[in-house]
């Protein structure tokens, strides 16, 4: 038990007090719909956020995530909004559409950054702006809503009182967690991202290990995009603007750090519920929307320079010790 | 020996002769965009939209140089712009506004350098979490409202002389032009941004010069803000969203290497006319301006691409 107490990182700590300071000030905080409405609106973000970590655990960032859910969402919507009375079928081609969408930038970005070496800030950079203009070319600046309710049910229908994209979102983080914690793929990840001279060194195939992060990241995207259009019943040029900034957060929280190689995704799952449940509660103590937006800022910034300066000192206390040694 | 000059100066001046190419392809296939009896548009181009690109892209030029890039610069323009409506408002006192306008530029500059230089944050997500958070205080001070109200003497101090924007941006240009090639801190400038470490070793306090460098960045943005503040008439805390990848395409279409230690005036205002010319010929051609946000990212990606096809060819 200690071990495991150990392993869980000082930032969520810092966060999980957070949490106590609304489960006592803020009102109907801890009632059983709010919980679940914590869980469902940390679902989609938390899909993402597996991606998000997995570009940051190999030392690297995706920042198009919140354009290419924009154009997922967008594109999907249109082709279903296109059909006049819905099939299963129907639901699963626009689902496959959504994470097509999605899986074409994610292999935009990682033919460019894996295969050619392109800075990496700027290929995800560029291609968030050109996923956000897609999404506005084909959306004409309008509101896409009004789904069936059988597309809907996909994110919607209650389960055992859970809705179903709670479900959705812990099977696909289990499969990440398989794939990270388990598989030869996950620990070539964590070596590409400790060092990848060394990695390269010893034999991984670092092109190809950073190509399939980012087609994964991509992918992640462009199935949250969809989920986000089912759950929320309407999508728009800008649904998903700045889920790239929430999902980074979700990550340093849970102790994946910038430096890459260091965490887990299952941290980036804890983080993602922690951060919703603060944000939630922030809601609940009826902060406007724009001093959530400063909060949020100021929230997530003090946690990557708690992370940062955490970092470095680390680093010093581990020089300092060899030293001492020598 | 004489090969290499000859790829440098080609380098050097590929982006000219881009620019020219672009001005030469749009006055032919389009009627409005310019032709020898209609300068209508060349002058609109000239005097009321390059002055604008040209600060944002020579902004983030100094930045790339330096190995960072300034995303927070849509939110501070916007937050600059609804500071200078503010001060109008309380006192209709255009110097007073302009004082408050740079003061405000040259904070959220020091902030980026702060958490640059003292915390350690790499660039990109400094600038990133402060453009969420100085977006969001602009947001909390305006509201979702406007500012109208900015007296009878501030406007047309900048809108009296159709001159006076392009005046401003070219006199801002020439005290670069000069700090980058005359002053010793121009200097330090490329050397941090070359090699850091190098920098530091020879005597140079790489964290003060960064520092220094964020704030000027921060300056020249008050400048624009308080300019398009005065353009547009009207200051709102939803401007320049779309600035931050206008001035990203504009400094790397200009030259600017993403690797840091190359780049200045001259790359900046070129890449500016270059990505001026191409989104206002692309109105004329008819291409609805939704497009513009794809091109603007093609251009970043393309421009990385030529970039690292150069330095292949370079070793």
């Known amino acids: 038990m200690n071990d495991i107490l150990k392993k869980v990182p000082g930032l969520m700590w810092g966060s999980l007090l957070m949490v106590m300071f609304f489960v006592i000030f803020a009102p109907n905080y801890t009632n059983q719909r709010n919980i679940i409405n914590i869980l469902q609106n940390s679902a989609i973000i938390i899909i993402v956020s597996m991606g998000m970590g997995l570009t940051i655990l190999s030392g690297q960032i995706d920042m198009s995530i919140g354009g290419v859910m924009t154009a997922s969402a967008v594109i999907s919507a249109m082709y279903f909004a296109h059909i006049q009375s819905p099939t299963a079928l129907d639901i699963l081609v626009t689902f496959l559409i959504g994470i097509g969408v999605g899986s074409v930038f994610g292999f935009l970005n990682g033919i460019l950054i894996a295969r050619y070496k392109f800075n990496f800030w700027l290929v995800t950079f560029a291609m968030m702006s050109i996923s956000y203009g897609i999404a506005q070319v084909v959306t004409g600046g309008k509101v896409i809503s009004g789904f069936s309710k059988s597309f809907r049910n996909v994110t919607r229908f209650s389960l055992a009182g859970i809705p179903m994209v709670v479900y959705i979102a812990v099977i696909v983080s289990l499969l990440m967690f398989f794939l990270t914690y388990k598989t030869k793929f996950g620990m070539h990840m964590y070596a590409v991202g400790a060092s990848e001279k060394c990695a390269a060194q010893s034999g991984i195939r670092v092109e190809r290990i950073r190509f399939l992060i980012y087609l994964l990241s991509g992918l992640l995207s462009g199935f949250g995009g969809v989920l986000l259009v089912s759950k929320t019943n309407f999508a728009s040029a800008n649904v998903a603007s700045g889920q790239e900034f929430t999902a980074m957060a979700n990550v340093i929280i849970g102790g994946i750090s910038f430096d890459g190689g260091k965490g887990g995704l299952l941290g980036a799952f804890a983080g993602s519920i922690i951060l919703t449940a603060i944000l939630n509660g922030l809601q609940l103590m009826g902060l406007s929307n724009y001093w959530q937006q400063v909060f949020t800022g100021i929230f997530i910034l003090l946690i990557i320079i708690i992370d940062v300066i955490s970092q470095r000192m680390k680093k010093t206390k581990n020089t300092r010790r060899v030293y001492k040694h020598a | ?315």
Not at chain 2, 132 to 160: E, K, M
Not at chain 2, 244 to 259: D, H, R
Request: glycine share 10%; with cysteine; charged share 10%.
């Open chain 2, 1 to 315: 020996m004489l090969n290499k000059t000859i790829h440098r100066h080609l380098n050097k001046y590929s982006r000219l002769l881009l620019l020219i190419a672009l001005f030469i392809f749009f006055s032919i296939f389009t009627d409005s965009f310019w032709s020898p009896t209609n300068w209508s548009n060349f002058a609109n181009i000239m005097f009321q939209q390059a002055p604008f690109t040209v600060l944002l892209s020579l902004s983030m030029t100094i930045s790339i140089i330096l190995k960072g890039f300034d995303l927070s610069m849509g939110a501070d323009i916007a937050l600059v712009s609804c500071i200078v409506g503010f001060v109008l408002r309380a006192s209709h006192s255009p110097l007073l506004a302009i004082l408050a306008a740079l003061g405000m530029g040259a904070l959220i500059g020091m902030g980026n350098g702060l958490l640059i230089t003292k915390v350690g944050i790499q660039p990109f997500i400094a600038t990133y979490s402060m453009n969420w958070i100085i977006r969001g205080i602009a947001l909390v001070l305006l509201g979702g409202s406007q500012i109208y109200d900015f007296g009878p003497t501030f406007r047309p101090l900048f809108l009296n002389s159709p001159y006076t924007f392009f005046f401003i941006a070219a006199v801002i240009c020439a005290i670069f032009s000069l700090i980058f090639s005359k002053t010793i801190f121009g200097k330090y400038i490329y050397a941090v941004g070359t090699n850091m470490g190098a920098a530091e070793l020879s005597g140079i306090n790489p964290n003060f010069v960064q520092f220094v460098a964020w704030t000027l960045c921060g300056v020249i943005l008050s400048v624009d803000a308080v300019m398009y503040t005065a353009n547009l008439g009207v200051a709102e805390p939803v401007i320049g969203d779309s600035f931050v990848m206008t001035a990203i395409a504009a400094s790397l279409i200009g030259g600017t290497s993403v690797s840091g230690g190359v780049g200045g005036v001259y790359n900046a205002v070129v890449g500016a006319l270059i990505l001026v010319v191409l989104t206002n010929g692309m109105i004329h051609l008819g291409v609805p301006s939704a497009w513009q946000q794809v091109v603007v990212g093609f251009v970043i990606v393309l421009s990385v691409f030529f970039e690292h096809l150069m330095n292949r060819k370079e070793d």
